[in-house]
């Protein structure tokens, strides 16, 4: 149960970014192969081919508009929906961590030629205390962490990036999303929830 919850998720993160224009590798990872696995750690590699150059550079924490800030990176994403990461559960591990280790970063730099790239992880959440909060983000940041993607974030952008009058052919994801919208399922009161959570 736990792999086909992690799945949704890559592929919810994997959504996102290709609706925010990112040209995105989907690194699978097979259990006949755990030497090839842990060396490509990564569950997504992001190359954005219009990268924002102009206003101020995003904090450690992306919201949807500061995606375009972004010009190649390594992804990990960590859907533990009902968990918020602080800093006992990443001082955990449970393979948080291991796209920064020393061979995932080697097979990252491989994949973008040498040119330089951010390490971005995406999870469920961060405590919304904020001294607790700060403490995440400084452990992530001790860690080899550059950037953080709340999953708040990622489907409020599938919700608002996906149209109704466009079909999704071959992302059943996105189909589901652009149905549920299309039947007015994702207005008012439930877009209002994802707004309150960013605040």
């Known amino acids: 149960m736990e792999a086909a919850v992690s799945e949704v998720s890559v592929l919810l993160a994997r959504d ?5 224009g990112f040209l995105v590798q989907l690194n699978r990872k097979y ?5 090839e696995s842990s060396e490509v750690a990564a569950d997504l590699y992001i190359l954005n081919p219009r990268p924002r150059q102009e206003g101020a550079s995003p904090g450690v924490v992306l919201g949807a508009a500061d995606l375009s800030y972004l010009e190649r990176a390594s992804v990990k994403v960590r859907g533990w929906h009902t968990d918020s990461f602080a800093t006992a559960r990443l001082a ?7 796209f920064v280790e020393e061979s995932a970063l080697a097979a990252a730099k491989r994949y973008f030629r040498n040119a330089p790239f951010e390490k971005v992880l995406v999870l469920s959440r ?6 607790a909060r700060e403490a995440s983000i400084r452990l992530l940041k001790g860690r080899g962490v550059d950037r953080v993607v709340e999953f708040t974030t990622v489907l409020k952008a599938l919700v608002d990036g996906v149209k109704v009058n466009k079909k ?3 992302d059943d994801l996105l189909e589901v999303i652009r149905t549920l919208k299309s039947y007015k399922l ?3 009161p439930q877009m209002d929830l994802f707004r ?3 605040k």
Do not use: Q
């Not at 259990?31 to 030497?35: K, L, M, S």
């Not at 955990?92 to 291991?98: A, R």
């Open 31 to 35: 259990a006949g192969n755990p030497e």
């Open 186 to 188: 994702f207005a008012g």
């Open 126 to 131: 961060l405590p919304a205390r904020r001294d």
């Open 168 to 170: 999704y052919v071959g």
């Open 16 to 20: 996102m970014f290709e609706l925010a």
């Open 92 to 98: 955990s591990g449970s393979g948080i961590f291991d």
């Open 196 to 198: 309150k959570a960013r």
